[in-house]
């Protein structure tokens, strides 16, 4: 399975605690000097990158990024909403006309790049939503957010671009609308309705473990449906996006989640991992490889489990089979 990686993850580490960030000598570092300083580390491991636009990757410095991918390609494009002050109280989903149609020609203008880089282009709503109870019209609010998503998607298959939904509880907006992987199957079954099939997901690992949301049985639900796009691979404790190593947590989820992905199929279709990671105050470098590394084990062990026996133990719901040959996978 092929690679992808944020490029988020060699920023400056900010937190709202230490706003300058725990690695504060990459705060002069440009996007081409960080796409650099992870090629040049991480080579072959990753096959293509993932930017925000405008804020990492635009026309402006499309040539000179390009250039310092070294033949690697920019696999995503993701919507940098998030980014701008001015949609601090949503974007799509703004009380204020001109507010929302500005966010929805900033979003058109994103795809339309992400086309001219045969890009897909993932949508995390992170902003679309509200803080506290009482603020929002809620009825208003998921009309305009399904009307918003629905003409970006028109827009994106006019592009021949696939659009790739993720969803996530909370942060920056307390509550965000789409907020689990029901209300993410609830809009993409809205476009359904309208046409619209260049739709799927974007499973972000530790979204889902925020939720208690089960990573294998969501996969599979999303295969099934034919949405699963995208994976954005990382781990965390479960109560906050960490954005943590591959396996450093939930490891027997993450290799149940392995095992579902084989079945699936995932990446015999051009599917990758992509790799979404926020090390605090470890070296970058040394963490992706760290992630890419778990995750080679992760899945090796997924091929060494007998599938045909496994099923046959899911077949009678019997746990105490299905681990040992889990744990005989694993060796023991």
């Excluded at 650099?36 to 405008?54: K, M, N, Q, S, W």
């Excluded at 995503?76 to 703004?94: E, M, N, P, Q, Y």
């Excluded at 007998?306 to 889990?326: G, I, N, P, S």
Aim: glycine share 10%; hydrophobic share 40%.
């Amino acid at each position: 399975m092929k690679t992808s990686l944020g490029i988020w993850a060699f920023g400056v580490m900010a937190t709202r605690f230490v706003p300058t960030g725990y690695q504060p000598e990459r705060a002069n570092e440009t996007t081409v000097q960080r796409v650099r300083r992870a090629v040049d580390g991480l080579g072959d491991l990753i096959d293509g990158y993932e930017f925000h636009y405008p804020q990492e990757l635009s026309a402006e410095n499309l040539d000179e990024v390009c250039d310092a991918l070294d033949g690697h390609d920019v696999y995503c494009i993701a919507t940098g909403l998030h980014l701008d002050a001015r949609f601090g109280k949503g974007g799509l989903v703004s009380p204020d006309d001109a507010t929302r149609a500005e966010a929805l020609r900033r979003t058109r203008e994103a795809i339309d790049f992400a086309g001219e880089l045969g890009a897909h282009f993932i949508i995390w709503p992170g902003i679309e939503g509200y803080n506290y109870p009482f603020q929002t019209p809620y009825r208003e609010s998921w009309a305009w957010f399904v009307e918003g998503i629905g003409e970006a998607a028109q827009h994106a298959r006019d592009r021949g671009v696939t659009i790739l939904l993720e969803h996530k509880n909370s942060e920056p907006a307390m509550k965000i609308l789409m907020r689990n992987v029901g209300m993410t199957l609830h809009v993409i079954h809205k476009l359904r309705a309208q046409g619209l099939d260049n739709v799927k997901v974007n499973m972000d690992w530790q979204h889902l473990i925020m939720n208690g949301e089960n990573l294998a049985e969501y996969a599979a639900m999303l295969a099934a449906e034919g949405v699963l796009g995208h994976q954005h691979a990382n781990s965390g404790w479960g109560t906050f996006d960490d954005d943590n190593m591959v396996g450093a947590t939930a490891f027997m989820e993450t290799l149940e989640l392995a095992v579902e992905l084989r079945r699936a199929r995932y990446g015999e279709n051009g599917e990758r991992l992509g790799l979404d990671l926020y090390p605090y105050t470890e070296d970058a470098v040394a963490a992706v490889r760290r992630s890419v590394q778990h995750w080679r084990f992760i899945d090796a062990v997924a091929a060494r489990i007998d599938d045909a026996a496994l099923r046959e133990a899911q077949a009678q719901k019997d746990a105490v089979r299905a681990y040992e040959l889990v744990y005989a996978a694993l060796g023991a």
